[in-house]
């Protein structure tokens, strides 16, 4: 098998001087979705952001495309074809949902951009509609689908959603996760971390399950999904 | 009751030229407040520099020929003076502040009075501590008109300060509303972490607002130094508190809020001085200040932080 398009390597993160991340290893190969799960506080979004450079591993390696990314700045890092839904959505509240996906695509040529907007208005058709209104007076859905939008329109090649779910309503979860489908489909491999994880496990092909800092499990996501261990813990019974 | 006429047009005249230059030093603090939170002390001390630096280009120049066009003295004064003053800026935020990111708030702000302090001394140093005199490159009035038996001018100089700064108001407002540095600078001073999860150097972002606000002083020192005829190294210190006032009374981070407080900084302290013994006008620009923050705490055009969710 080929070399994995992301790795972690025995991944430790402080914050101050608690240790978030206690010597986390993973991979997430091209073209998959693969979801972390986990409790509040157990470690997810310290390790999406370690990967985004912010703040940075104490020790261990993070490769991305067979580059050791580890050390690099945030925005190196986020140049290189990774892109991030972050949690709490963080669009910029007074800026235009335009603007904000302009932003997205700060790196690009203004061809590019129409292109992009384009696609990312294909997949979320409520974006158009609402292009001029100030992101911070839209609904959590739309932030949200907003927030997505605009880690798109970098074209990465690696996408990180971190609980994309959280606080909306289940139609909107629905739609949100069926776009995310839609999204691996056209080739960007993603990386989904979750509080929700029956919707997440049922969606992606690998999940990985940390708590209190560590990996503790990995599995395909049907099989975790149907984990004793699992369902008690995550699943509600 | 027919003399008040002329006088208020006159003060009218006066209040815009000194609001204009306030203006311009203010758009600097704001700025630089709305992106990193921070109030850089040492600003008014770039406005002082850019008098400097346009005082010895305009001897400079007209020493080398007395017969020089007006217009290439001046234009040529503006340019370096912005040029060489926003080397200044760019290098007080890289050597002042930048290795201080992400420490308490206290700490870049003593740093930033330490650095005033430091180009204040650094200016008495090189040019004395004394009133240097500005030649006069634009004496005369745009226009003098009588009104009911008294003159209101309207001095070039003046004239200019209102226009050059009603254009670089204009030209910045367009500038950060629809270019894309613009809207980085907007991004940022929004969700600074988040802009650079979007791969932008935020540090670029930083040093652009504080050669932004560097640039506008410039101007403003340039243009103070014609109208008053003298400037020393302290003009910094008053001007950058007024100008700070400004920024407050508008609104602190906004832009068009910095372009109003000045103005009507400028035009209320005029006015005061007009009426009232001088030594009042400082006490009726300042209580202004109280007053409007009493009511509106975040300044004219200031919104609270937006909540991030």
């Known amino acids: 098998m080929s070399e994995p398009m992301l790795s972690f390597e025995n991944v430790h993160t402080f914050y101050g001087k608690i240790e978030a991340l206690k010597g986390v290893s993973l991979t997430v190969n091209r073209g998959e979705i693969v979801t972390l799960i986990g409790a509040n506080g157990a470690g997810k979004t310290t390790l999406l952001m370690t990967l985004c450079g912010s703040p940075r591993a104490a020790s261990g390696t993070i490769r991305f495309e067979g580059e050791d990314i580890t050390q690099r700045e945030t925005h190196l890092i986020m140049q290189g074809g990774i892109a991030v839904s972050p949690e709490g959505r963080r669009v910029f509240p007074g800026l235009s949902v335009l603007e904000n996906l302009q932003m997205g695509g700060f790196f690009s040529d203004a061809e590019r951009i129409e292109e992009d907007l ?47 779910s959280l606080g909306l309503a289940p139609l909107i979860i629905a739609q949100i996760f069926q776009i995310v489908q839609e999204i691996r489909d056209e080739g960007v491999t993603v990386f989904l971390v979750e509080q929700n994880a029956h919707r997440a496990l049922a ?7 940390i708590e209190n800092g560590r990996i503790v499990m990995s599995d395909t996501g049907s099989a975790l999904l149907a984990n004793a261990d699992i369902r008690k813990a995550y699943l509600g019974g | 009751m027919n003399d008040l006429l002329p006088v208020l047009a006159q003060q009218v005249i006066n209040g815009l030229s000194l609001g204009s230059i306030y203006a311009l030093i203010a758009i600097g603090y704001t700025m630089v407040y709305g992106i990193i939170g921070m109030i850089n002390f040492a600003h008014g001390e770039i406005y002082m520099i850019g008098a400097y630096v346009g005082v010895v280009t305009i001897t400079a120049l007209g020493a080398a020929s007395g017969a020089m066009p007006l217009a290439l003295v001046l234009s040529g004064a503006l340019i370096i003076a912005v040029v060489v003053t926003a080397a200044y800026g760019w290098t007080v935020e890289r050597v002042a502040y930048r290795p201080l990111r992400g420490s308490p708030r206290l700490v870049p702000l003593i740093s930033a009075i330490g650095m005033s302090i430091f180009l204040q001394n650094y200016v008495q140093l090189g040019q004395g501590a004394r009133d240097i005199s500005v030649p006069p490159l634009l004496p005369g009035n745009l226009f003098e008109i009588d009104v009911e038996g008294f003159p209101v001018s309207l001095s070039l100089t003046r004239a200019l300060i209102i226009f050059a700064t009603l254009a670089l108001m204009i030209a910045l407002t367009l500038y950060i ?79 068009p809020g910095a372009m109003l407080g000045g103005v009507l900084l400028g035009l209320t302290e005029t006015f005061a001085s007009a009426f009232l013994p001088t030594e009042y006008k400082d006490v009726v620009a300042f209580g202004l200040l109280v007053l409007i923050l009493l009511f509106r705490p975040t300044g004219l055009l200031g919104t609270p932080d937006v909540e991030k969710v």
């Open chain 1, 118 to 164: 384009e696609r990312v208005f294909t997949l979320f058709p409520r974006l158009r509609e609402r292009s001029a209104q100030r992101a911070g007076t839209m609904s959590g859905g739309e932030q949200q689908m907003l927030a997505i939008g605009r880690a798109l329109m970098s074209r990465p090649r690696l996408l990180l959603l971190d609980e994309p």
């Open chain 1, 203 to 209: 969606l992606a092909d690998r999940g990985y399950v």
């Open chain 2, 177 to 255: 509303s629809r270019s894309r540095m613009g809207r980085a600078c907007r991004a940022c001073s929004q969700d600074m972490g988040m802009a650079n999860l979007l791969g932008i150097d935020t540090n670029r972002v930083i040093s652009f607002t504080f050669v932004v606000g560097a640039i506008l002083a410039a101007v403003g020192g340039v243009l103070i130094g014609l109208s008053i005829g003298k400037i020393n190294p302290f003009i910094g210190f008053v001007a950058g508190i007024k100008a700070f006032t400004a920024a407050v009374l508008g609104g602190i981070g906004s832009i």
